[in-house]
């Protein structure tokens, strides 16, 4: 291994193609080095893995540098006490990123995508929310759980956070906007940067917190004394700490591409741009990833082309696009507000399937006969050109009869009915594999010229917007088909069945309404399917229905392809949204690389590294959520304060041993009513019932149950919102002399709902 000839060193390198490409001083790559180090048998001070990997040249073993804190930070790499590289598998450790818990315990998430560690409190003291870490599993619980001790910390995540600042005897602190964030900032009285007692502050830290100490930090800019319009999505981006800005070099890069695409660059690829493709989207929406066209061919059957915006011919490995586009993760999408995942002028610009313009294109075309079984599937790079710019509402418009609209799109008419022909072929079929369908209500806020919200309103689907994610499932269904026949890495979607212990309560509650859930311990899809059949009709349907979706495990991002429990797919990825989704990205990546007939070791990804990537996608996934989510419910709240003594009628959403989440019918706001403020009694919670007992009277308040509830306080600042019975508020003196009603706490600070796990919605919001 000591040859210093660049031909022969580490000849058996499995992706010395790929570096030698790459790199005009290719070193070896992880691979190799990971092979090597085993090969060893023991652990290696860098020095002594220099010398037998025969490295002499500075500059490569500068780059080795480089390329081992990378593996370090990737956690595929890490250092004992006398600094010696290890193998972390050969040290009976695990690494993975911190999900803290507001009530100070967390989780270790593997990159190997593993079932998740409990870290205790005592685990968590000097580790934060979003760090990277080496644990070791030290035992298990009484419910099972693997229990971890932490062993290393390989990589800090906040570098900032955003929160309220107080003044308390004396001593400065900060208390994190995000309650995943438990520990309050201690601020050194030079450090406060003129913040005044309850103002809301960005703090840099300058200390991480330790086994004995609280985190320090500095106040580096005060955004209010409150909570002005629009501030809500600013506190959400910082508190989350979801990137804003882009990095040098990156806006750059996109820019170098032009407004339009080169002539060249449409050389090679399937000319389709004279078939009458259209975009269906939103009225709002201003990037458009994808394009459909449907014909009927002679035999009854059907011709699918889902044409989807080629990022992957822009944005390439190792470019500081693509390195900015993997921090991201995903686009988010606030109320009003968009962060990309791309720069703009490829999102809603080079990359937007915008009408009568040239696009580059993945293409997946299926031939399906009359029942919608997909005979024949292909895959090309395409160039396309939309014939129109549709949306869900002219759609729907145009397939009930509107002659306007018929007249005006009379040129892509055909395709567009076309297409509704097909979208109840395969709903017919989503039905007969049982794919389960939940009935779920999403919101959306109106606002008025001054950016004030003045009314939410349910979001009503049409079939236009089924018949798009019809045509996605069956793009997403073929692609994860063809990456499997030809064993590419890649990112499946993955939905895992219910966990044994849920299904068992499950069929507990079920018993009791005279239902059954057939399939013994792993029940499949088709006899969730068949209970919301039998529950159709009956008065308690929504509350079966809630209970079946709350049993369901959440869906991740994984190499391991173990099918979509949700919709019934034994394969099943993401290939649909490549602007807005690294996956997806990353399945343009693998189908090019078939499509291309490239070497195998060309491919810049393994198995490991899909791990480790869909980990870290399935983490910023989570947290889009969790700050869409958190922006929504201080704008609730903000609505809500001027109606502070009125009285809705509500459904319970959710039952907790603390009180009821209920949502207000008229307004679509959620809130909590505490077990201390129901009427005269001691209620005992029963969560295998979803529902809590009056220990005296027998009264019961159960899950989707209706009852009138008295708003008593808002604070937009815990995003809370605290209700009354409106029978018991009667019972008290009408006049309250002014005074502001009492807060009724659930639990700790920060309480709330958490949000009902549920399957990907199919199609575009998937």
């Known amino acids: 291994m000591t040859d210093t000839n660049n031909k022969t060193r580490w000849k058996d390198d499995p992706k010395a193609g790929r570096e030698a490409r790459r790199y005009e001083k290719p070193i070896p790559s992880r691979e190799y080095i990971l092979k090597h180090m085993e090969e060893l048998g023991e652990p290696q001070e ?29 956690g595929q790499l890490i250092t004992n006490r006398r600094e010696a590289l290890c193998l972390v598998d050969r040290v009976g450790l695990v690494t993975g990123t911190v999900v803290a818990h507001r009530d100070g315990f967390g989780f270790c998430t593997p990159d190997d995508g593993g079932g998740d560690i409990f870290m205790p409190p005592r685990e ?23 229990v971890g001790s932490l062993a290393r910390i390989l990589e800090r995540n906040t570098e900032d956070l955003i929160g309220r600042y107080f003044e308390e005897s004396g001593i400065s602190f900060v208390v994190p906007d995000n309650s995943r964030y438990n520990q309050d900032i201690f601020v050194p009285p030079e450090k406060r940067g003129g913040a005044k007692h309850g103002q809301i502050v960005q703090v840099l830290l300058e200390m991480y917190p330790s086994r004995r100490n609280q985190p320090i930090g500095r106040v580096d800019k005060v955004l209010g004394a409150h909570r002005d319009a629009g501030m809500e999505i600013d506190i959400a ?43 269906i989207d939103d009225e709002t929406a201003k990037d458009f990833d994808d394009a459909v066209l449907c014909e009927r061919l002679d035999n009854g059957g059907f011709r699918l082309m889902v044409a989807i915006a080629d990022v992957a011919e822009y944005v390439q490995p190792d470019s500081a696009l693509d390195a900015e586009a993997y921090r991201r993760g995903t686009s988010v999408y606030f109320p009003g507000h968009v962060i990309p995942m791309l720069p703009e002028v490829l999102s809603n610009g080079l990359c937007s399937l915008n009408p009568d313009v040239d696009r ?13 079984t997909v005979k024949e599937s292909h895959f090309h790079e395409g160039v396309i050109r939309s014939h129109a710019r549709l949306t869900y509402n002219k759609v729907s418009a145009m397939l009930q009869g509107d002659k306007a609209l018929r007249e ?55 079939d236009a917007h089924r018949i798009i994610e019809e045509c996605m499932i069956a793009a997403n269904v073929a692609t994860g088909r063809f990456l499997a026949k030809h064993e ?45 059949k039998q529950a159709q009709g009956r008065e308690d349907s929504t509350l079966i229905q809630t209970v079946l979706l709350r049993s369901l495990k959440q869906a991740v991002y994984s190499p391991k392809n173990v099918g979509h429990f949700g919709l019934a797919h034994d394969t099943y990825l993401h290939f649909t949204s490549p602007i807005r989704r690294y996956p ?105 019932g979803h529902r809590m007992v009056g220990e005296r009277s027998g009264r019961i308040f ?65």
């Open 584 to 688: 997806d990205l990353l399945v343009h990546r693998a189908i090019k690389h078939v499509l291309r007939k490239l070497p195998e070791d060309e491919y810049p990804y393994s198995v490991k590294d899909m791990e480790r990537i869909g980990g870290h996608c399935s983490s910023t996934e989570r947290r889009a959520d969790e700050a869409t989510r958190d922006a929504a419910d201080t704008l609730k709240c903000e609505f809500m304060q001027s109606r502070v003594g009125e009285e809705y009628d509500a459904m319970i959403v959710g039952v907790t041993s603390f009180g009821l989440f209920v949502k207000l019918k008229e307004v679509h706001v959620e809130g909590l009513v505490h077990v201390t403020g129901l009427p005269n009694d001691y209620y005992k919670f029963d969560p295998a």
């Open 237 to 279: 981006v910082h508190s989350h700490g979801l990137p804003r800005d882009w990095p040098e070099g990156v806006e750059a890069e996109a820019k170098a591409f032009g407004d339009s695409v080169a002539e060249s660059s449409k050389a090679g690829r399937k000319d389709l741009r004279d078939l009458p493709l259209v975009t």
């Open 488 to 532: 590419m890495p890649t990112l499946y979607r993955v939905h895992e069945g219910p966990a044994e212990e849920k299904v068992s309560d499950l069929r507990d509650f079920l018993g009791k309404l005279g239902l059954t859930l057939k399939g013994d311990e792993e029940p499949d899809p088709g006899h969730y399917a068949e209970v919301l």
């Open 408 to 462: 005006q799109y009379q040129h892509v008419l055909g395709n567009v009915e076309n297409l509704h022909e097909l979208f109840k072929v395969l709903i017919k079929r989503r039905q007969q594999r049982g794919a389960i369908d939940f009935d779920t209500i999403e919101t959306k806020f109106v606002f008025d010229d001054f950016g004030k919200i003045e009314k939410i309103v349910p979001v009503e689907r049409n």
């Open 702 to 766: 159960r899950l989707t149950d209706t009852i009138r509830v008295r708003v008593v306080r808002v604070d937009p600042d815990e995003r809370k919102i605290d209700l009354e019975p409106a029978e018991a508020s009667e019972e008290k003196p009408s006049d309250r002399g002014g005074r502001k009603p009492k807060r009724k706490r659930g639990g700790k600070k920060g309480s709330r709902k958490k949000a009902a796990k549920k399957p990907d919605s199919e199609g575009k919001g998937d």
């Open 360 to 372: 580059l294109t993945m293409v997946c075309e299926l031939i399906m006969d009359k029942e919608g």
């Open 124 to 146: 968590m003291r000097e580790i934060m929310h979003g760090d990277r870490v080496a644990v070791r599993v030290i035992d298990v619980d009484r419910r099972g759980r693997s």
């Open 46 to 74: 860098f020095d002594e893995l220099v010398e037998s990997l025969g490295l002499m040249d500075p500059e490569e073993v500068e780059a080795l540098g480089f390329r081992i804190k990378a593996m370090i930070r990737d």
